[in-house]
């Protein structure tokens, strides 16, 4: 099966654009506005109308940090987004409750410092939805891991323990793939980690929010040869 890859912190219509031709499978919007690759609800909709038009339209995710499920979901509506990445210290049923306004289109974003840690997280956030549901046919990632890092919620460019991910991979069907990702190293974490997806935002940018339409192309075509 050939992997899935999601370019983070869109805020431009060229780049998202650029992504979508070079093959992404994701785009991913950030509604965080500590966030250098923040963006806001009119732009997001604005670039989200015109990725509609394309015949190979990405899923398009919104990233959220401690947000109320009304508000992620009134987000995701208003922009047409598809899904939602909850990045912050979201409880559980958000995902996991039929009765959540994200149930069925939502996954969490996980940074754990250890393997027991990580197994812990995954069986509480993991989408029930996605129970016993083969790999080649899920219809979203089910968990991203992400490098820790005690004050950043994602984007660091440090890279996490590859080891560790690769034994998650094992046992968690749909498993997204971030932290330090760059065209040069994304073929070794794939093979080292087998995941269902890669995800990278500052990898593959000339500074944040705006990126290296080369390195995007690079990025998606190495993760995508890797895996065929």
Same mark, same amino acid.
């Given at each position: 099966?050939?992997?899935?890859?999601?370019?983070?912190?869109?805020?431009?219509?060229?780049?998202?654009?650029?992504?979508?031709?070079?093959?992404?499978?994701?785009?991913?919007?950030?509604?965080?506005?500590?966030?250098?690759?923040?963006?806001?609800?009119?732009?997001?909709?604005?670039?989200?109308?015109?990725?509609?038009?394309?015949?190979?339209?990405?899923?398009?995710?919104?990233?959220?940090?401690?947000?109320?499920?009304?508000?992620?979901?009134?987000?995701?509506?208003?922009?047409?987004?598809?899904?939602? /990445?909850?990045?912050?210290? #979201?409880?559980?049923?958000?995902?996991?409750?039929?009765?959540?306004?994200?149930?069925?289109?939502?996954?969490?974003?996980?940074?754990?410092?250890?393997?027991?840690?990580?197994?812990? #997280?995954? #069986?509480?956030?993991?989408?029930?939805?996605?129970?016993?549901?083969?790999?080649?046919?899920?219809?979203?990632?089910?968990?991203?891991?992400?490098?820790?890092?005690?004050?950043?919620?994602?984007?660091?460019?440090?890279?996490?323990?590859?080891?560790?991910?690769?034994?998650?991979?094992?046992?968690?069907?749909?498993?997204?793939?971030?932290?330090?990702?760059?065209?040069?190293?994304?073929?070794?974490?794939?093979? /080292?980690?087998?995941?269902?997806?890669?995800?990278?935002?500052?990898?593959?940018?000339?500074?944040?929010?705006?990126?290296?339409?080369?390195?995007?192309?690079?990025?998606?075509?190495?993760?995508?040869?890797?895996?065929?």
């Amino acid at each position: 099966m050939s992997i899935k890859v999601k370019i983070c912190g869109m805020t431009n219509l060229e780049d998202a654009l650029v992504a979508t031709e070079a093959g992404a499978d994701y785009l991913g919007f950030i509604f965080y506005p500590p966030s250098k690759r923040a963006i806001d609800t009119r732009t997001a909709q604005c670039i989200a109308f015109h990725l509609r038009a394309e015949p190979n339209c990405p899923l398009l995710v919104g990233v959220f940090v401690n947000e109320t499920a009304a508000t992620m979901a009134g987000i995701l509506d208003a922009c047409h987004l598809d899904l939602a /990445q909850l990045s912050g210290e #979201e409880v559980p049923s958000l995902i996991g409750d039929p009765q959540s306004p994200l149930y069925g289109r939502t996954f969490k974003a996980l940074r754990p410092t250890s393997l027991a840690e990580a197994e812990a #997280e995954a #069986e509480w956030y993991f989408p029930p939805q996605l129970t016993n549901q083969p790999t080649n046919r899920l219809p979203h990632p089910s968990l991203l891991i992400d490098t820790y890092h005690p004050t950043l919620r994602g984007g660091t460019g440090e890279t996490g323990d590859w080891s560790l991910i690769a034994q998650l991979a094992r046992q968690i069907p749909g498993l997204m793939l971030a932290g330090g990702l760059t065209a040069d190293n994304v073929a070794t974490a794939v093979r /080292q980690v087998r995941p269902y997806a890669v995800d990278v935002a500052s990898g593959v940018e000339v500074s944040p929010g705006k990126k290296d339409h080369d390195l995007v192309r690079a990025f998606v075509a190495r993760a995508k040869h890797e895996s065929a």
